[in-house]
């Protein structure tokens, strides 16, 4: 039987100290700053996704525990081995999983938001199994998130749109960022801004301006170059003039 502790071994072999040390200060564990207290072994995202495929058949119980797991990585790993599991559409290979199946998956990972607390815990799950799973189906779970108190519930709302915009709907990604525009956080501004520019390069650059033209005054500067990152340099100074 496979386990969380093998994973957890195997993580610890392929760590690296000086990898370790600079995710640290790249994911801003110190104190005060939002990543406070996470732990890092040092192991890139490629050698997690290896483990993640070799163990894409572990048990959800299993899985919870590598969630619970104060390394950074583990959580990680975890999340990539729910990724596998769920297989969304437009994946390279694997069976999709039944949506039964899919339906616990998202059950389970909106069941264990408090150990998706970083942003790219966020960034590599949510649009490939919530986002997914909600591109046929009724999104209030997105607005509710969206005002959470917790800055990573937020994030997920707003990335989880990232499956819709692969998809040509653009809907929910700007009425989200609308609800977003007064949050303080800086990850949120940049998480919103990025999806307001992929809303524009992939779908419609003409919704994103007319979005833009009604919202830049409250906007944060941050989101607001985030999303006009694509357009022309002089549109780019025109909208950073106002």
């Known amino acids: 039987m496979q386990t969380a502790a093998e994973i957890e071994k195997k993580l610890k072999r392929l760590g690296s100290a000086e990898k370790a040390k600079a995710c640290a200060w790249y994911f801003k564990t110190g104190k005060g700053q939002y990543g406070y207290g996470d ?14 495929k070799e163990y894409k058949n572990l048990a959800l119980t299993e899985i919870e525990k590598l969630l619970k797991n ?18 969304p559409k437009g994946a390279p290979s694997g069976k999709r999983a039944s949506e039964k199946m899919r339906s616990k998956l998202v059950r389970f990972y909106l ?26 189906k009724d999104r209030k779970i997105l607005y509710k998130l969206a005002k959470s108190k917790n800055l990573w519930e937020r994030r997920i709302a707003v990335l989880s749109t990232f499956a819709f915009i692969r998809n ?13 525009l007064s949050d303080e ?21 003409k919704e994103l301006v007319v979005f833009l033209n009604a919202h830049k005054l409250k906007m944060p500067r941050t ?3 985030y999303a006009i ?14």
């Not at 975890?78 to 769920?86: R, S």
């Not at 970083?118 to 046929?136: K, M």
């Not at 040509?168 to 977003?180: M, Q, R, Y």
């Not at 990152?229 to 106002?242: G, M, N, T």
């Open 39 to 52: 732990i890092f072994v040092g192991v890139t995202v490629p050698e997690q996704r290896k483990i993640a």
């Open 70 to 87: 104060k390394i950074h990585e583990c959580r990680l790993t975890a999340l990539l081995i729910l990724v596998e599991q769920y297989n």
């Open 111 to 136: 069941a264990h938001t408090t150990y998706i607390n970083n942003w790219d815990l966020v960034d590599l799950s949510a649009p490939n199994i919530v986002g997914d799973y909600l591109l046929q």
């Open 168 to 180: 040509k709907d653009t809907k929910d990604t700007f009425a989200l960022a609308e609800i977003l």
């Open 185 to 205: 956080h800086d990850l949120m501004h940049k998480a919103v801004g990025w999806m307001l520019r992929e809303a524009g390069k992939r779908c419609s650059q």
């Open 223 to 225: 989101m607001l170059r």
């Open 229 to 242: 990152e694509k357009f022309s340099p002089e549109d780019r100074k025109k909208f950073l003039a106002k």
